[in-house]
């Protein structure tokens, strides 16, 4: 896989490496796929936020009204990817101008479907975030397909529609997993199974976990490449298990049963160690580790506790981990041993949270902007501002001294000004 790592560093750089052609001395900061270059909602080093977010220290560049949506904005060198659904008929994608929010291009097709009765309240439009290599985008359409489309021009270079190609059921909740692209390979939950599809064309290399995807259809869950316990793997939770996953083969390394209510596995689990953190909606908060014995590893639980994450993905800095939880409140637990640190008072029904070195920066659906400490010890916030008045469930991106927030009607972008000694 070492051929593997080397060219998705490369589709980083290569996203970013246009200010450095021109003679500038550092390269433009990205924002390329869920939660961020390394899908953990980490920062790369380099870049330094302010200790307030009031007056003047974060400033709006521009704002285009748009249809509805849940996907979270790409932020490629020159420009910005987001989707929406129009006139509950329609998914449309477009391209803007980084610096303006001008359009560059836009696709649409028919896609729509509405949700069950009881998450009708939280909207029925497209809900993915796509993926950009620097060349494609991967953008799931609502009604369980995957189109990938030129990111210079938006022309559609092929598409799979899971259900006609796989005889499967329209997911209940439509399409929510956020493909990941590694070498020459779009990895994606849909079709109630796992998939690793070419890059260029769309055909499939192999198909994992075909069980039917627990539930109703297709996984909330997002995957991610780690290396846990030594051993390089896909970490895929299913609405009902995680699992860890040989990208080459697709053969099924360990699994592990994640209790929930209704499948409400939602997160992203987070390699920590020769551990996978996860938290489920109705179950607990879990550290599983894999270990060796026979033809599949074995999984010991080395602790639970008793708090529920639910829709939102948390971040690990260090030895602990900060995490939204199903009550709305912010909690830290210490990952070597489960125990809670502290916790909050209520915020927002979800929180996009994105790290930076000691500080964590979260957007809660209300629209509130909270900028707090990675602080074991206490809840140390450092400041919040309310930044929009329309809800905000998309994941936040942050590139540099820029914010990108899609708020449900529009996609709205920030600068941070510059810090002062």
Partial sequence: MAGTRWWTAAVVWGCCAGSLLAGDKSPVATWPQWRGPSRDGQIPAGSTWPDTLSG???????????????????VAEDRVFTTETRNEKEEVVRALDRKTGKLLWEVSWTGAMSMPFFAKANGDWI?????????????????????????????????????KRYKSSLPAFGFVCSPLVV?????????????????QTGKEIWKSLNDGGGMNGSAFSSPTLATVGGVEQLLVQTRTKLAGVDPQTGSVKWEQEVPAF?????????????????????????????TSGGDKAQVETAWTNKVEGYMSTPVIIGD????????????CLDLRDGKSQWTTTPYGKYMSLVANGDKILGLDERGILVLFKAN???????????????????????????????????????RWAPTRN
């Fill in 127 to 163: 809900r993915a975030t796509p993926a950009f290599d620097g060349e494609n985008l991967y953008v799931a359409g609502i009604r369980d397909i995957l189109v990938c489309l030129d990111g210079k021009t938006g022309a559609e270079k092929w598409r799979v529609d899971f259900p």
């Fill in 376 to 414: 074991p010890e206490k809840f140390e916030q450092l400041d919040s501002r309310q930044i929009s008045e329309d809800d905000a469930w998309a994941h936040l991106a942050v590139c540099g001294d820029e914010l990108f927030v899609r708020e449900r009607k529009a996609l709205v972008a920030y």
């Fill in 320 to 331: 602990f981990v900060y995490m939204h939880l199903k009550n709305q409140r912010l909690t």
């Fill in 56 to 74: 003047d220290s974060l400033q709006q560049v521009w704002k285009l009204p748009l249809g509805p949506s849940y996907s979270g904005p790409i």
């Fill in 183 to 199: 070498g020459d390979a779009v990895y994606v939950q849909a079709g109630a199974a796992f998939f690793k599809l070419e890059r």
């Fill in 262 to 290: 209704r499948g409400m596995n939602i997160l992203t689990p987070l390699a920590w160690k020769d551990g996978i953190f996860t938290s489920s909606y109705g179950g607990k908060s879990f550290l599983y580790r894999p």
